[in-house]
């Protein structure tokens, strides 16, 4: 999900540096990704001492995007010019 936003609002021009708008607290992610609070906060702390985010000021860092894509299987680049859709790679794979 972090970098489907991140995807996203890049194809937007609200990126600045590596860092988005990131209003979203820990609950509202937990409910959206259907997640516990507790789940989503270790899962979050796991990618900030991994290097990987940072979140600050209401700002999502990602501190290593390449390594978070790989880790995801995410493949923003078989999505360069189609701003509305980005998608993990395992969602687009035939089935």
Known sequence: ???????????VGLVEGETVPFPLTQETLADTLGLSIVHMNRTLQQLRRAGLIRCRAGRLALEDRRA??????????????RSSAVTPRAASAPG
Do not use: K, N, P, Y
């Open 68 to 81: 978070l894509e790989q880790i995801a299987g995410f493949d923003v680049g078989s999505h360069a010019g």
């Open 1 to 11: 999900m972090l970098l489907d936003l991140h995807a996203r609002l890049r194809a």
